[in-house]
């Protein structure tokens, strides 16, 4: 888009220039009228475009998310000590679900090849050894063998 805007600006002064030093041509003043009515268009498109901003938006989103994941964490962890009770953990366990939806309703749409390297690429699909790479000892899925007396 950045690009596109450069190349018509460029060409459209190229083309006004062109009008100075040739004031006789015909071209010049008709090619740079279209170049510069293709400029104000692809503006107009881009005024409400910025992708600096998009990109800080996901950051914030995945920061606001990686949050509740560290306390759906420690959630478990103090369900797997039995630190916490039923009533407790419920309240938790409501409040953390709410916050998960505060930040996917504001957060930024995924666009459609991220989207694909999720749903066909598989990308957003973890193994057991890498879902214990997060987790405490206690909560790991997979128990490591240490030897033949293990």
Sequence with gaps: MKLGQIVLS???AVGAVGVIFDPGSAIFPH???????????LNGFAKDIDPGEAAQKHR???????????????????IRNGAISMAT???RRDDLQAQ???????????DGKAQDA????????FTDA?????????LKRTVKDSGPNA
């Design 130 to 138: 890498e879902i214990d790479a997060f987790l405490p000892a206690p």
């Design 118 to 125: 999720l749903k066909n690429k598989e990308d957003l699909t």
């Design 89 to 91: 953990l419920r309240q």
């Design 60 to 78: 914030e989103a995945a920061s606001d998310i990686w949050n509740v994941r560290e306390a759906y964490l420690s959630l478990l962890a103090d």
């Design 31 to 41: 090619a740079t009228a279209v170049l510069a009515f293709a400029l104000f268009f």
């Design 10 to 12: 460029g060409l459209t």
């Design 100 to 110: 998960l939806h505060k930040i996917y309703r504001i957060a930024p749409r995924t």
